[in-house]
Structure formats: C-alpha cells, structure tokens
C-alpha cells in the first residue's frame, strides 16, 4: 500500500554535508593520517602554536602557487595540506586552549605597516560596495 504523503525532516538548518565534495574530505584524512603516523595521535592538539601551524599552511599555499602540486615528504596534495591547517587554527580558535603568538594587529612593532586589523579589511570591503 502506497502512501501519498510524505514524512518530514526538520532539517532545514543543519549543514548539507552532501554539498562537500568527498574526495577534499578523504584528502584532509590522508593528510591527518600522515600526521598521525610522523608524530602520533593528535600531537597537534598538544599546546603547538598557532602560528607553527599558520607558517607550515602558508608555505603550502605558497608551493602550489609556485606550481608545485604534491608535497615531497607526504605525496599528497599541498592544497590538502593547507586545508587541514585551517582546520587546526578553527580547532584552536574554538577551544581557545593552544597558545597564540601571532601578532597584535595594533602592534606596529610585531607587524608591517600595511597589514590591515580585520576591521579595517572588512569596513574598506563595505565601502568598495557601497555600504555603511
């Protein structure tokens, strides 16, 4: 017997996981797999800098933008290994347990002239579109 109505799912809120592509998901596990066989597991949830792991994700963008595709010692993707970079600065940001010696935005000292706080970046961005 067949029904016409259908059953619902209050879901309408929830991330649609189905929208991530699998294969960048399965690279960012081969990269944490990688990780985990050099240094053991979850060694980087060991009070590491953040900007141990901020250096080591910019010099992965910078190698694929030089055209270098693979990392030499993993074999995997550069742009894997940025992603499970950012990964690690969201996982310190939201438990704010990791040390963080980045620069003060403010601190003219620690940081050149033209590097913008992230107020500045985003009022400069609203005043290009024309908004307040």
Request: charged residues 50%; proline residues 0%; hydrophobic residues 25%.
């Given at each position: 017997m067949s029904s016409t109505v259908?059953?619902?799912?209050?879901d309408a809120d929830k991330p649609m996981i189905a929208l991530v592509e699998p294969d960048f998901i399965i690279g960012i596990a081969h990269?944490?797999?990688h990780g985990y066989k050099k240094y053991g597991l979850d060694n980087w949830k060991r009070n590491l800098e953040r900007v141990?792991?901020?250096s080591a994700l910019?010099?992965?963008v910078l190698a694929y933008a030089k055209g270098e595709r693979f990392d030499k010692d993993s074999g995997l993707s550069h742009l894997y290994h940025a992603a499970w970079g950012l990964m690690a600065l969201d996982y310190y940001d939201i438990r704010d347990n990791v040390s963080d010696t980045r620069p003060v935005p403010n601190?003219?000292?620690a940081t050149d002239s033209f590097v913008?706080?992230?107020?500045d970046l985003f009022?400069?961005?609203d005043?290009?579109?024309g908004q307040k």
């Open positions: 259908k059953g619902f799912k209050n990269v944490a797999t141990r792991i901020l910019e010099r992965h601190d003219t000292k913008l706080s992230e107020k009022s400069k961005r005043a290009e579109r």
